[in-house]
């Protein structure tokens, strides 16, 4: 079984930056890609970055540039930097793991608010 735990959301104005963490529980967490999906009011849920367990990442053309993801299997942890936030970036962030077999999982979401 694995729970994944969000938190680093809030409220930021246009321009900002914040990083939203995730952390693991379970075992094999340095097998598989990590995710981060967001989902706005009346959206259909988006994938907003990857990451690959040897580091190779993939963003959605909306936030490339401006968003990083990253890792460290260590303490189960992924990361997503965000910077230059705008207001179309107001959503509710989301960590996944997909480890096939129909075993894939979701944190609960960490809301983030773009506003001035």
């Known amino acids: 079984q694995v729970q994944l735990v969000e938190s680093g959301g809030g409220l930021v104005q246009p321009g900002g930056s914040l990083r939203l963490s995730c952390v693991a529980s379970?075992?094999?967490?340095?097998?598989?890609?990590m995710n981060w999906y967001r989902q706005a009011p009346g959206k259909e849920r988006e994938l907003v970055a990857a990451?690959?367990?040897?580091?190779?990442?993939n963003y959605a053309d909306s936030v490339k540039g401006r968003f990083a993801i990253s890792r460290d299997n260590d303490k189960k942890m992924v990361y997503l930097r965000m910077d230059s936030l705008k207001p179309e970036d107001t959503a509710v962030y989301l960590c996944?793991?997909?480890?096939?077999?129909?075993?894939?999982?979701w944190g609960q979401g960490t809301q983030v608010t773009v506003s001035s």
């Open positions: 379970g075992s094999g967490f340095g097998l598989y890609t």
């Open positions: 996944n793991v997909n480890r096939g077999r129909g075993y894939v999982y």
């Open positions: 990451l690959t367990p040897i580091g190779v990442a």
